[in-house]
């Protein structure tokens, strides 16, 4: 039996998980990047794997909604907190998530992240349309 060689038409290289964000493109390519160098535009899902130690790293005082896909969340290590605001006769709803847990956000469903202690998450979504809207208040009560 022989072994499938890993092909000449890209090269294989290593990549940090943390400071780039990876997009798995409709057409099958795999292409990594520095984070927030990606748009709206983009097509495929992202994934991106994140050390939050504050809400800096999360985009805390922004709501963010993906109107076209679900978003995966999953909690490697430390733990968040995952904000949903009120939508659509859904009440708000707090997921405090700690290490091996995850949620999935609905599509069209607002939603953030709080730190709630020093992590690494992992994000999964098509950020195709992607909107972030200011928080205009303080989150606990929003």
Do not use: Q
């Not at 994140?50 to 978003?71: C, L, Q």
């Not at 956000?105 to 979504?125: C, D, F, K, N, Q």
């Amino acid at each position: 039996m022989t072994m499938p060689s890993i092909g000449t038409a890209a090269p294989c290289v290593p990549t940090a998980l943390f400071g780039t964000v990876t997009c798995l493109d409709d057409n099958g390519t795999i292409r990594s990047f520095p984070p927030f160098a990606a748009d709206s535009s983009e097509d495929g899902w992202t994934f991106n794997m994140v050390r939050a130690v504050n809400g800096r790293d999360f985009r805390e005082h922004f709501w963010e909604m993906h109107p076209t896909s679900d978003k995966f969340v999953a909690v490697a290590s430390g733990s968040v907190n995952l904000h949903l605001r009120a939508h659509d006769g859904h009440p708000r709803r707090t997921f405090p998530l700690g290490p091996g847990t995850a949620v999935t956000v609905p599509a069209g469903r607002w939603h953030l992240l709080e730190v709630a202690e020093p992590s690494s998450v992992l994000t999964l979504a098509r950020p195709t349309g992607a909107l972030l809207e200011p928080v205009a208040f303080d989150v606990a009560t929003a």
